[in-house]
């Protein structure tokens, strides 16, 4: 890949925009942002050696850095990258925290970066979660002293926070603060209890470095991918320096950039609103977010947007190369309205013309793959029993077990009526026995692991017989990228591949439905994603491939925006009642769920909620008025 110049450019050199105070790249995806960090920083640590000196070097934990690190440690071990000259200070450390715990920063440095390079033990500082109480104040300021000792950061890496904190600098924290002891946000707790089984094991506290000390880095780059960043980067970028969001005090360092993905800068002004920045290209997408943005903010449905509405908006070029307002409306109305189909495997004997499917043949097979053992229903359960009702040949392929979402206080209570029913059966008494000696942070047994993925197949079954599919078409798939007992997953094989390629060739689907909600908070839909595309590029070229059609579902974390949407589905009161009467069926995901991200509604709720708010945005848009609709991008591979 051709290397992009990510360093930091002056302001009026860099900006598209007057909204922009921070200079950001944009990358298609995080791997291509992550390389380029990691090449700046090998380039840094060869200029230091070229000279004799040593590179320091600030670095940050969490998710985002992971391929940077992985990208160091290849070209140290294929290219020879020496890191001898490297001395490195970590940004923070839960407290209390043993540096032998899987959650320790500690224990992620070294099995991320420091176990596979050539850097001297004694030239790694990273916070420590043991130290006394009485001892921690001192032992802050002299972090800080060390720091300087050897001149200063050379570089500094950073994550950020949906609260906009850096390091674990929380709302509040002072533009000249020091290395301290913090309390951790709730929100900030939130987001690392997937990691921790739930919020209930993190740390209520952490030392970090401060903001002070972070910004007397000579270079700082911050590193931000995803749906669940875009809020927040767009306020730090766009907004004023604020306490309330300590990443905004980056804007007044001189030598700063961010790198994000498509789905972290989607909310900043100039790509997702470009038409208030300067001209634009009108394609078909842009046309159509332009109309629904401008809908919403005139409070007005599509049919009754003037000419004025577009003039005093910023869209007058848009208006100029359609010819006028009534044009535009009837021809963006038509094309959602042609999004609406009761029929979701296409009308049979009908004109299929404007509609988003085909009428033959008229009863397809049809492949939903769901990556958790409750995505079909949850995402697009109406949808599932529309396809059944409707006659076609449904089958549903479970790409994970799902084992490691049930807690040991449900595995426990399943064991104990297995007991209960067979008091000499042995196996049970020694799973039992494990899950009591167990603890959610922990990795499980392979004996409690395979319960636990029982529990979900037979939840899962009964909930497909409840639609009405029989359970020869029911596939568990059980992909070993999963199958580790940890939230850390293996990264995808072949193997993976092969097994989804295999059930694709197998049933020679002209429909597939596939999970593309990539705000999944551990990301275990992004890897099943990742599978379906990698089996799809190899199989293309079959014959039956070429009138398979592939459909990707939201619904769990993250919508479709409107203008987005290719296939929306209504569903009446009846069958939103018979979609959550599904969803029950997953009896240990109820409740008590351990991955619900940020979002604590149980996953019903918000299925329903977010069903009802596309169709009131439908609605409000002047189209008819349904109780639900579920919505999909069609997918051309």
């Not at 715990?101 to 043991?130: A, C, K, R, V």
């Not at 094989?493 to 597939?512: G, R």
Request: hydrophobic residues 35%; negative net charge.
């Amino acid at each position: 890949m051709t290397a992009i110049d990510i360093r930091y450019k002056p302001a009026g050199q860099f900006e598209d925009t007057r909204f922009e105070k921070i200079h950001n790249i944009v990358f298609s995806n995080s791997e291509e942002g992550s390389i380029c960090v990691a090449e700046e920083i090998a380039t840094l640590i060869k200029e230091k050696q070229t000279k004799n000196q040593l590179c320091i070097l600030g670095l940050a934990t969490g998710s985002s850095p992971i391929k940077v690190y992985e990208e160091l440690v290849r070209m140290h071990q294929e290219e020879g990258l020496s890191f001898e000259n490297v001395v490195t200070f970590n940004l923070d450390e839960y407290f209390p925290m043993d540096r032998n715990s899987i959650h320790s920063y500690f224990y992620f440095m070294h099995q991320y970066l420091f176990n596979h390079i050539n850097i001297n033990p004694e030239n790694i500082h990273i916070p420590d979660g043991t130290i006394p109480q009485k001892e921690l104040h001192q032992y802050c300021i002299d972090y800080d002293l060390k720091i300087k000792e050897y001149g200063g950061l050379d570089f500094q890496l950073l994550g950020i926070g949906r609260t906009g904190h850096i390091g674990f600098n929380e709302p509040g924290s002072h533009y000249n603060s020091g290395t301290r002891s913090i309390t951790l946000d709730h929100m900030t707790r939130s987001d690392a209890a997937p990691s921790f089984l739930g919020i209930e094991n993190v740390p209520k506290k952490a030392i970090t470095m401060g903001i002070g000390s972070v910004k007397k880095a000579k270079r700082i780059v911050l590193l931000a991918w995803g749906y669940n960043k875009a809020e927040i980067i767009k306020k730090t970028i766009e907004g004023e320096i604020t306490s309330e969001v300590p990443a905004t005090y980056l804007q007044d360092h001189n030598n700063t950039s961010f790198i994000l993905n498509d789905e972290a800068s989607q909310e900043l002004t100039r790509l997702n609103t470009p038409w208030l920045v300067g001209p634009c290209v009108w394609n078909e997408e842009l046309k159509s977010k332009a109309i629904v943005w401008l809908c919403q903010l005139t409070n007005k449905s599509i049919l009754k947007l003037t000419d004025k509405d577009y003039n005093n908006n910023g869209m007058s070029s848009l208006l100029s190369q359609e010819g006028s307002s009534y044009d535009l409306n009837i021809l963006m109305f038509n094309k959602l309205q042609r999004t609406i189909t009761g029929w979701p495997g296409g009308k049979p004997n009908a004109d299929d013309s404007s509609r988003p499917e085909r009428s033959n043949p008229h009863k397809k097979r049809v492949l939903i793959f769901s990556p958790h053992p409750d995505d079909d229903v949850i995402s697009m359960g109406g949808t599932f029993d529309r396809l059944v009702e409707q006659g076609h040949e449904v089958h549903i392929a479970y790409q994970t077990s799902g084992n490691i979402a049930v807690s040991n206080y449900e595995a426990l209570k399943y064991a104990e009526v297995i007991k209960d029913f067979n008091t000499t059966n042995h196996n049970v008494n020694s799973i039992i026995d494990k899950i009591n000696v167990s603890k959610e942070d922990f990795e499980d047994s392979i004996e409690v692991r395979q319960l636990k993925g029982i529990i979900r197949k037979r939840e899962s079954l009964a909930a497909t017989r409840f639609v009405g599919v029989p359970d020869e078409n029911v596939h568990f798939l059980n992909l070993p990228f999963y199958e580790t007992g940890t939230i850390k997953k293996k990264p995808i094989s072949q193997i993976d591949i092969a097994i989804v390629s295999k059930i694709i060739d197998t049933i020679k689907p002209h429909q597939i439905y596939a999970a593309g909600d990539l705000a999944d908070p551990h990301g275990t839909h992004k890897v099943c994603l990742d599978t379906i595309f990698a089996a799809l590029k190899i199989l293309k070229h079959h014959k039956y491939m070429s009138d398979c059609w592939v459909w990707l579902y939201r619904g769990a974390w993250h919508e479709w925006d409107i203008h987005q949407i290719d296939m929306v589905v209504p569903m009446s009161p009846d069958q939103v009642l018979k979609k959550r009467k599904a969803i029950f069926f997953h009896q240990s995901q109820k409740d008590g769920v351990m991955f619900q991200g940020n979002d604590t509604r149980e996953f019903w709720v918000r299925a329903e909620e977010r069903n009802n708010e596309t169709a009131t945005k439908y609605h409000k848009l002047g189209l008819a008025d349904y109780a639900a609709l579920e919505a999909f991008k069609r997918y051309y591979y």
